[in-house]
């Protein structure tokens, strides 16, 4: 059992910066990828960006060159740096591991 939980959600202006965290509690979870995703309202959810248990990453077009995931497996957490933000991705933010697990979700909200 995985409890996963995210943090570091709010309200930004447009080309502003936040950092999501992922903490896992109970099993660590060195042993499977972590992948966020997100849902704005009244779409479906979407991958954002994964990360191996090796360090392998994956990012979506969207994500690419504004957004770094990273992971600490001794603190058995996930963290997601969010660069240059635009109102686009307004959503709210999931962590995801490969055995099935999603955290309560992490309201990110940008603002023009």
């Known amino acids: 059992q995985i409890e996963l939980v995210e943090s570091g959600g709010g309200l930004v202006q447009a080309g502003g910066s936040l950092r999501l965290s992922c903490a896992a509690a109970?099993?660590?979870?060195?042993?499977?990828?972590i992948g966020w995703f997100r849902q704005a309202p009244g779409k479906e959810r979407e991958i954002v960006c994964g990360?191996?248990?090796?360090?392998?990453?994956y990012y979506s077009e969207s994500a690419k060159g504004r957004f770094t995931i990273s992971r600490d497996n001794a603190k058995n957490a996930v963290f997601l740096q969010m660069n240059s933000l635009t109102p686009e991705d307004t959503a709210v933010y999931y962590c995801?591991?490969?055995?099935?697990?999603w955290g309560q979700g992490t309201q990110v909200t940008v603002s023009s």
């Open positions: 109970g099993r660590i979870f060195s042993s499977v990828a």
């Open positions: 990360i191996n248990r090796r360090g392998g990453l």
């Open positions: 995801w591991t490969t055995n099935g697990y």
